[in-house]
């Protein structure tokens, strides 16, 4: 059972960064996708970005495009989400997630 645990949520402005995390228990040996979604108060859990473990590949949403960046540390088993200039639209939890593992998820709150 591999464990996902997320970090680096908080509360910004608008406009302002955040680097979120997500370090996983075990070794990733294979060429999955490791995966950011998030989750707005009434609404339903959208994808945000993507990363493929081996190649390195990426995959954004349109709404997040320009303004977030996926990165992966092999070594450390660990992804991470950049995310500058945020905005007010992206207050959600953030999960990540790869085959059928999710995180717990980090709250990020943007003020405006």
């Known amino acids: 059972q591999v464990q996902l645990v997320e970090s680096g949520g908080g509360l910004v402005q608008a406009g302002g960064s955040l680097r979120l995390s997500c370090a996983a228990s075990?070794?990733?040996?294979?060429?999955?996708?490791m995966n950011w979604f998030r989750q707005a108060p009434g609404k339903e859990r959208e994808f945000v970005a993507g990363i493929w473990w081996i190649g390195g590949d990426t995959v954004y949403a349109d709404s997040v495009k320009g303004r977030f960046t996926i990165s992966r540390d092999n070594a450390k088993n660990t992804v991470f989400l950049q995310m500058n200039n945020l905005k007010p639209e992206d207050t959600a939890v953030y999960c990540c997630?790869?085959?059928?593992?999710w995180g717990q998820g980090t709250q990020v709150t943007v003020s405006a």
């Open positions: 997630s790869f085959r059928e593992y």
């Open positions: 075990e070794r990733i040996s294979r060429n999955y996708r």
